[in-house]
T-cell receptor
Framework: QKEVEQDPGPLSVPEGAIVSLNCTYSNSAFQYFMWYRQYSRKGPELLMYTYSSGNKEDGRFTAQVDKSSKYISLFIRDSQPSDSATYLCAMSINTGNQFYFGTGTSLTVIP | KAGVTQTPRYLIKTRGQQVTLSCSPISGHRSVSWYQQTPGQGLQFLFEYFSETQRNKGNFPGRFSGRQFSNSRSEMNVSTLELGDSALYLC????????????FGPGTRLTVT
């Protein structure tokens, strides 16, 4: 079983829709949770960073962490064609600096 | 503040050759991690260097090696290239403290023929 599981999609939504992206994990030691956005042929770009459980909002993006269920989510409101990219979840434990990534979900927002 | 830079951006090599990739982290960052990204496997962790020492290592063969210099710049070397080594190689820098945010460079796309 992989440490981090992520549905690869692809996911296709109309412009303006609310998008929900999810990851599950198996290691209860994970304390730091991140979402990255990766455009084609580019490096991943850090979108959201959360410590422990709870919600964090930044503009149209909301990250949720439910440690009891070992489940994290990224919500994108009012999705735009420019949001079309691959979204990667990542997490790390509370000591050391090793990060564990999901395989990414490909999102297309149709104008 | 300048971001993470990687050179070269594209590289074509033949089987059996070796290759060296370079990464310059964000100023002040002391940790550099290397990842291999392929369509089938996603992002796979190669190794992490912190203050010139390898601190973490993934499950890659010994053909993959790295080093870090005193200015935190890092190099990754792959010897005896195989076709399966074709991938996007990404480096990421961070402060190196627990839970520190990691920032990626644009990657080096390596094609092995």
């Amino acid at each position: 079983q992989k440490e981090v599981e992520q549905d690869p999609g692809p996911l296709s939504v109309p412009e303006g829709a609310i998008v929900s992206l999810n990851c599950t994990y198996s290691n209860s030691a994970f304390q730091y949770f991140m979402w990255y956005r990766q455009y084609s042929r580019k490096g991943p770009e850090l979108l959201m960073y959360t410590y422990s459980s709870g919600n964090k909002e930044d503009g149209r993006f909301t990250a949720q962490v439910d440690k009891s269920s070992k489940y994290i989510s990224l919500f994108i409101r009012d999705s735009q064609p420019s949001d079309s990219a691959t979204y990667l979840c990542a997490m790390s434990i509370n000591t050391g600096n090793q990060f564990y990534f999901g395989t990414g979900t490909s999102l297309t927002v149709i104008p | 503040k300048a971001g993470v830079t990687q050179t070269p951006r594209y590289l074509i090599k033949t089987r059996g050759q070796q290759v060296t990739l370079s990464c310059s982290p964000i100023s002040g960052h002391r940790s550099v991690s290397w990842y291999q990204q392929t369509p089938g496997q996603g992002l796979q962790f190669l190794f992490e260097y912190f203050s010139e020492t390898q601190r973490n290592k993934g499950n890659f063969p010994g053909r993959f090696s790295g080093r870090q210099f005193s200015n935190s710049r890092s190099e990754m070397n792959v010897s005896t290239l195989e076709l399966g080594d074709s991938a996007l190689y990404l480096c990421a820098s961070s402060l190196g403290t627990s839970g520190g945010q990691q920032y990626f460079g644009p990657g080096t796309r390596l094609t092995v023929t």
